[in-house]
């Protein structure tokens, strides 16, 4: 909480094409936040180089990035959008957070054991500590909720165990943050392989629907989704293809999962994977043209990048300021 406003705050990484895992579990939800909360709404560039880059796509996609937070809704004048490296505190407090962590605790981190098996030639000590940047994002806004999906539940409560051992040692330093998983839309799976989460990293474009293909490709990848040897539209254990679809289908009707067993009763899966592509298509057609429209302005893009990052900066000053305080650094 700053100045008895609630805070939230999350973060993109701009490390590849956003999917609708992203868009469903995340940033769609970011909007609801805006009336109610002081808002906080990061690219995150410095955690995408725990993996390497492509200097030019990086700073390509830091763009797109930014310019589809605001496609997908979010009012620059009601949130605070900004690039993580032009706000120098954020790094500065992951330092200092580093030695507030243990090493058995990062140790733990699935995503960390995930990531380091998929680069086994770069386990870079950045990937490991990538928790302890992630809790600088969000403790340096004093922030009360994180919507996130559920694969970052994991780095939100280390977050606030690190956020509670420093409170310990140095009371009333930082707010506890609680993450906020949205019911619907917290996991999406990959279309080829239902039972891994669909990621922005995946080698299979088919496995992936991006926010920004275009219609006729999310329907033919959504022909062509991994589902079983039924032909009932049903939501039950064992049959992950049919419920990744179900609960997309959800997201975008917003149709209970009994509604839509209903709604497709008789049918077969060939009409509900239509009707899936269909629903995502004409729900992410609005988006997509008004991201093209964002796109073509990059000075405005910029513009945006610098007021955003002022606006962030001045609460990360403070915060940083108090937390270099209190732990006896010498102020000149
Ligand atoms: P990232 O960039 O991997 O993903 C961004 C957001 O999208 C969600 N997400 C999904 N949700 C549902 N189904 C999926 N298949 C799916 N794939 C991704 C993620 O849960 C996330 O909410 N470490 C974070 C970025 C970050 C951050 C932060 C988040 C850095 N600092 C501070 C919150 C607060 C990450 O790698 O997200």
């Not at 705050?9 to 939800?29: C, D, K, M």
Request: aromatic letters at 10%; proline letters at 3%; charged letters at 25%.
């Amino acid at each position: 909480m700053f100045q008895d406003q609630l805070v939230s705050y999350s973060g993109v990484q701009p490390s590849g094409n956003l999917t609708i895992g992203n868009y469903l579990g995340a940033i769609r939800n970011f909007s609801t936040y805006s009336e109610k909360y002081k808002c906080f709404y990061c690219v995150v560039d410095e955690h995408a180089i725990t993996v390497r880059q492509n200097p030019a796509e990086l700073r390509r996609r830091t763009y797109e990035t930014l310019a589809l937070y605001m496609a997908c809704g979010l009012d620059p004048d009601k949130n605070t959008l900004y690039v993580q490296s032009h706000v120098h505190e954020h790094a500065e407090l992951a330092w200092i957070l580093n030695c507030y962590t243990m090493f058995g605790e990062l140790s733990r981190m699935t995503q960390f054991k995930d990531k380091s098996s998929k680069h086994s030639d770069n386990i870079n000590a950045g990937l490991f500590t990538y928790p302890t940047l992630m809790a600088a994002d969000i403790l340096l806004y004093q922030t009360d909720v994180v919507p996130v999906g559920i694969d970052q539940k994991q780095h939100v409560e280390l977050c606030r165990d690190i956020a509670e051992r420093f409170n310990q040692l140095y009371p009333c330093t930082f707010t506890v943050p609680e993450p906020i998983i949205a019911k619907s839309g917290m996991k999406i799976m990959s279309l080829a392989d239902p039972t891994k989460k669909m990621s922005k990293s995946d080698e299979n474009v088919n496995a992936v629907v991006y926010i920004l293909d275009d219609r006729d490709t999310i329907i033919r990848k959504f022909k062509r989704a991994v589902t079983d040897s039924e032909t009932c539209v049903r939501f039950a254990e064992g049959k992950d293809g049919i419920n990744n679809l179900i609960s997309i289908y959800s997201c975008f009707t917003g149709k209970s999962f009994d509604e839509i067993e209903k709604e497709f009763a008789g049918k077969g899966y060939g009409d509900f994977k239509l009707a899936v592509g269909e629903v995502c298509a004409d729900a992410l057609s609005p988006v997509q043209e008004k991201f093209r429209e964002l796109l073509s302005d990059k000075a405005a893009l910029e513009a945006q990048m610098r007021k955003g990052a002022e606006e962030a900066s001045y609460y990360a000053r403070r915060t940083l300021g108090k937390v270099q305080k209190k732990l006896g650094f010498v102020k000149l």
